[in-house]
Nanobody
Framework: QVQLAESGGGLVPAGGSLRLSCAAS???????MGWFRQTAGKEREFVAD????????SYTDSVKGRFTISRDNAKNTVYLQMNSLKPEDTGVYYC?????????????????WGQGTQVTVSS
């Protein structure tokens, strides 16, 4: 069993930066990890993911070049560095863990989810 806790959200003006953290209670090094976000009235969407080793990452097109996902397996923590934030990045950000080497292609294949952290970007 793994418990995930996101932190680092907040209110930031457009163009600003935030770094989200996702701390795992267990050995997160055993899991591929992903970040997702959800805006009111919309379905939860993929943002970025990272393989178990950290060697492979992927991003949704709208955040490429602005967001960076990384992990520190010694600290059981995954990060999402968000730069050049836009109002459309506003939402609740969730991290998720999948018991696999590589991130699954479907959200339903993730085994554990955090409670989320709110990110609000003002225009």
């Amino acid at each position: 069993q793994v418990q995930l806790a996101e932190s680092g959200g907040g209110l930031v003006p457009a163009g600003g930066s935030l770094r989200l953290s996702c701390a795992a209670s267990g050995r997160s090094s055993s899991y591929a990890m992903g970040w997702f976000r959800q805006t009111a009235g919309k379905e939860r969407e993929f943002v970025a993911d990272i393989s178990r080793s950290g060697a492979l990452t992927s991003y949704t097109d709208s955040v490429k070049g602005r967001f960076t996902i990384s992990r520190d397996n010694a600290k059981n923590t995954v990060y999402l560095q968000m730069n050049s934030l836009k109002p459309e990045d506003t939402g609740v950000y969730y991290c998720a863990a999948a018991n696999s080497v590589y991130p699954p292609s479907r959200q339903s294949r993730y085994d554990y989810w955090g409670q989320g952290t709110q990110v609000t970007v003002s225009s």
